[in-house]
């Protein structure tokens, strides 16, 4: 007696090609590229971002859901500030979790790179109207340079800045403010041991400010000033580095009170570089109208720095010096553009 298999008499031995598989009519079908309508879907605007996870404020019902990003969209991606269109599970249900199905056009991206040299961009906020910069006037100690780059990259993306300077009640901002006396954008001041929020109303009402700054110059302070019910952490400024330790760790969308109309304060995690990589020059100039009319007669491919040769922002103010009214605030704002343009070729070097 054999252990081996044997044919029966009579009966054929079977192998692969014998298997017969019966057909799966809907198995079979291929796959369509062609996706369900969202012309119509729900809408609704991104508060956060956690792991992959977007919070959505939804238009119509005022409420939140979760939400993932659809698998046709994961390329494109989304930030928070982003109005996008939802579909599936939209219920209160726990454990719902809709998809992102179409982020709709953006009316202005905030954005950085790593460091001057590293032309990948990271978009950190979208839609933003305004960009409210908080720096303190001691501990730490400003850094002009970073407020330099906070300002072209608001430049770069539209927005209109708004510095902030926070506990006054330690030292005097004259000196540091006359920094920016060429810009003509707001500024506001604020105590470290009563934080005043009524300038701020009438800036922040119907806006949407963006909130950017150092680690421990009182952001998030200010945040909760203007929303008590905020709850951003705060920090306190290491006495032996003087450097401040990061509180709000992602990006929020918070909503303002209604006493400032629809408006919204977007808070971001305090960095200690701001990388320019991908800011245009031409953005910048363009920020400054007054100037423009004469940059246009420069040289071809002139930098409008100091020393650029035959800068026509140079004959300017040498032609205005020699007049019995020398045009002091052309001159301040000429030292604030080449500041900003700088800014953009200062790669390597920290923004100390």
């Known amino acids: 007696m054999s252990w081996l298999y044997e044919p029966e008499s009579g009966a054929n031995d079977l ?120 720096t303190a006037i001691a501990n730490p100690e400003p850094r002009t340079r970073l407020i330099d780059r906070y300002l072209a990259a608001a430049f770069d993306a539209g927005l209109q800045p708004i510095l902030c300077i926070t506990k006054v009640d330690l030292a005097d901002p004259a000196e540091f403010l006359a920094n920016f006396d060429g810009l003509s954008i707001p500024v506001v001041l604020n105590r470290s041991d009563e934080p005043s929020i009524d300038e701020l109303r009438v800036l922040l009402k119907n806006q949407r400010t963006v909130a950017v700054g150092h680690s421990g110059v009182g952001k998030s302070t200010l945040v909760n000033a203007l929303v008590p019910d905020a709850d951003r952490a705060t920090g306190i400024v290491n006495e032996v580095t003087g450097r401040g330790r990061h509180t709000s760790s992602s990006v929020r969308a918070i909503r303002l009170p209604e006493d400032f109309g629809d408006a919204w304060v977007i808070d971001t995690p305090g960095v200690r570089s701001f990388g320019l990589g991908h800011v245009k020059p031409e953005n910048i100039l363009k920020s400054f109208e007054d100037l423009y009319a004469v940059i246009e007669t420069c040289p071809r491919d002139c930098s409008h720095l100091s020393d650029a040769p035959d800068c026509a922002l140079d004959a300017h103010i040498t032609k205005a010096a020699a007049t019995d009214s020398p045009d002091e605030k052309f001159a301040r704002r000429v030292d604030s553009l080449r500041r900003l343009m700088s800014s953009l070729s200062t790669a390597g070097k920290t923004d100390d």
Not at 113 to 125: F, H, K, L
């Open 15 to 134: 192998d692969e090609t014998d298997v017969r598989v019966r057909p799966n009519p809907k198995g079979n079908k291929p796959r369509t590229k062609i996706r369900p309508d969202t012309k119509d879907a729900p809408t609704g605007m991104i508060l956060g971002v956690d792991l992959g996870r977007y919070r959505v404020l939804l238009d119509v019902e005022a409420r939140v859901v979760d939400a993932t990003m659809g698998k046709e969209m994961r390329k494109a991606g989304a930030v928070v500030g982003d109005h996008v269109a939802l579909a599936g599970d939209l219920s209160d249900t726990v454990g719902a979790l809709a998809r992102v199905v179409r982020v709709e056009p953006r009316s202005s991206l905030l954005r950085r790179s790593a460091d001057d040299s590293d032309q990948v961009e990271r978009v950190i906020v979208a839609n933003a109207t305004q960009m409210l910069i908080v």
